[in-house]
């Protein structure tokens, strides 16, 4: 398997953090949760989806994670980790920090490009 790129790392982090708040939001079953062996980018929304039945119930989550990862990637860093502690995923100040950088860099690409 390749490696994961930061951008693709950086995604799944705030994937988790969204899937998160979705599902507490809602109050949605099953509960999402950090697996016990460690922490991976990604397992926290994978594993609420493997676990979760109700069909309805999923659409619901997935379009409010899905709004939620949006205004993720707007937060500076110190919100960022904030979001990640109270929703349960475990991230350090270093990496809510380049997680935001690298969101800031990529809206700033975006507004100089001239052709």
């Keep these: 398997m390749t490696e994961l790129t930061r951008n693709q790392i ?12 979705a599902v507490q ?5 099953p509960a999402t949760q950090a697996p016990e062996n460690g922490y991976q980018p ?3 929304r994978d594993g609420w989806l493997e676990r979760a039945d109700d069909k309805h119930t999923r ?7 899905n709004a939620g990862l949006a205004s993720l ?11 990640a502690q109270r929703f349960g995923v475990p991230i350090d100040t270093a990496t ?3 997680i935001a950088q690298h969101f800031v860099d990529k ?4 507004l100089t490009y001239q052709r």
Excluded: C, F, P, W
């Design 73 to 83: 990637s707007t937060l500076d860093a110190s919100a960022l980790l904030d979001k």
């Design 107 to 110: 809206r700033n690409a975006v």
């Design 42 to 44: 990604g397992t926290i």
């Design 96 to 98: 809510a920090d380049e």
């Design 10 to 21: 950086y995604h799944l982090i705030l994937a988790d953090i969204a899937m998160s708040m």
């Design 59 to 65: 659409q619901r989550v997935i379009a409010l994670a």
């Design 25 to 29: 939001t809602l109050k949605a079953e």
